[in-house]
């Protein structure tokens, strides 16, 4: 499983209030990645990161930014969090020479 | 634009007939992914593949790089394959291209 966990697994919280996911990766993968998941949307990407303090935008990016301090912590927020922020919220890390993708288990984020 | 496709987008079957799940892309691609997602649940990689094909149980990937496409077959199905099974493709810049998945519901 690569190692990847993510916290919490579920949150539900107000329109407004700050919101952090954490990815946590035990095993030092360059590239990580945080996506949304909504139904007929399928995976969209917000942000990814290719080294502690490298990161780039998504094609999802607005109201979210992310860091990187440390290779094993990919952190996502959600400054002010808004009711189409309700998602599920999957950490990735790509591994080996074709870049294959393992995921987190995934967070359930409720904005009410 | 979308550079993955995948068909059909639903699919319900009877347990035990054989299933085919279908992928083309429109970019060049190094390495093309099977990903399965069960309800509810996260998500896996099943196969990784360049050329060729590959088996994993009951499970056979197939890609024709010439025309884009990719196929995944399951034989035997059973209630424990219904699931989302999403193909992805990756780009130049370490990002991928994601299908839409294909949901699959196997009747026992």
């Known amino acids: 499983d690569a190692g990847i966990t993510q916290s919490p697994r579920h949150k539900v919280t107000e329109t407004g209030t700050p919101v952090t996911l954490r990815c946590h990766q035990t095993?030092?993968?360059?590239?990580m990645y945080w996506y949304r998941q909504d139904p007929g949307h399928g995976l969209r990407l917000i942000h990814y990161?290719?080294?502690?303090?490298?990161?780039d935008k998504g094609e999802v990016s607005d109201g979210y930014s992310v860091s990187r301090s440390k290779t094993e912590d990919f952190l996502l927020t959600l400054e002010s969090a808004t009711s189409s922020q309700t998602s599920v919220y999957f950490c990735?890390?790509?591994?080996?020479?074709?870049?294959?993708?393992?995921f987190g288990p995934g967070t359930r984020l409720t904005v009410l | 634009k979308n550079e993955v496709e995948q068909s059909p987008q639903n699919l319900t079957a009877q347990e035990g007939e054989f299933i085919t799940i279908n992928c083309s892309y429109s970019?060049?691609?190094?390495?093309l992914h099977w990903l399965q997602q069960h309800p509810g649940g996260g998500i896996v990689s099943l196969f990784m593949?360049?050329?060729g094909k590959k088996k994993h149980g009951r499970l056979i990937a197939t890609i024709n790089i010439q025309e884009k496409h990719s196929s995944l077959h399951i034989t035997a199905s059973h209630p424990r394959d219904s699931a989302v099974y999403i193909c992805?493709?990756?780009?130049?810049?370490?990002?991928?291209?994601f299908g839409t998945g294909t949901s699959l519901t196997v009747i026992p």
């Open positions: 990735a890390i790509t591994s080996g020479v074709y870049n294959e993708q393992f």
């Open positions: 095993e030092n993968h360059r590239y």
């Open positions: 990161s290719y080294g502690v303090k490298d990161t």
């Open positions: 970019v060049g691609i190094s390495a």
């Open positions: 593949l360049s050329s």
């Open positions: 992805a493709v990756p780009n130049t810049g370490n990002q991928f291209y």
